[in-house]
């Protein structure tokens, strides 16, 4: 009998081009995506965030994990999420573990109904409103390849690029040069 362990993935940073790839849709929910889900939320508790796209650790399948809880005791997966109803807008300031240090507001809808898949492959709907719904949103951009700075004015988006591309750690291997809502 083999154990597998947990792993941390390493997350992607802004500007690395793979963030911009879309993910597929999961054909099955098995052990592996299973594995998948606890390594990303390991990976996502580890680095002090509330939301991770498989995406973000250049996993590219619909695959989101999310714990808004304070208590860090209440994970959420949603595998091939579909948002099915968008109501109100508000803003909130957000953050991205792959866009590490940056902090802005964004206005997203207020209240959502999703529906997805769990990490058992039961299909479930989720109303979420204000922190959670937010985060959702924000998870759900990373599967189509689009961040939070996407939202922000260009001049805005190159100037945290500029800085980011200083950073070793954020440096990628094709480009040598995730809040209040962090993910």
Same mark, same amino acid.
């Given at each position: 009998?083999?154990?597998?362990?947990?792993? $941390?993935?390493d997350i992607l940073h802004f500007p690395d081009p793979r963030l911009r790839l879309k993910a597929v849709p999961v054909v099955t929910v098995d052990a592996d995506v299973r594995a998948i889900v606890s390594d990303m939320l390991e990976t996502m508790y580890d680095a002090l965030g509330i939301g991770l796209a498989a995406? &973000?650790?250049?996993?590219? &399948? &619909?695959?989101?994990?999310i714990d808004v809880s304070s208590e860090k005791?209440?994970?959420? @997966? $949603?595998?091939?999420p579909v948002i099915r109803t968008l109501e109100g807008s508000e803003e909130m300031q957000e953050g991205c573990l792959s866009v590490p240090g940056?902090?802005?507001n964004v206005t997203?809808?207020?209240?959502?109904?999703?529906e997805a898949l769990d990490e058992n492959g039961a299909k479930q709907e989720i109303a979420a409103d204000e922190l959670?719904?937010? @985060?959702? &949103? !924000?998870?759900?951009? !990373? $599967?189509?390849g689009k961040l939070f700075v996407d939202y922000l004015s260009p001049l805005k988006r190159q100037r945290i690029k500029k800085k980011l591309e200083?950073?070793?750690s954020s440096k990628s291997p094709s480009n040598d040069d995730s809040h209040s809502s962090a993910s």
């Open positions: 009998m083999t154990i597998k362990t947990m792993a $941390l993935l995406t &973000q650790v250049n996993i590219q &399948q &619909q695959i989101i994990v005791d209440a994970p959420i @997966c $949603l595998i091939n940056y902090f802005e997203r809808a207020e209240r959502i109904v999703v959670l719904a937010v @985060c959702i &949103q !924000h998870e759900m951009d !990373h $599967l189509e200083k950073t070793p």
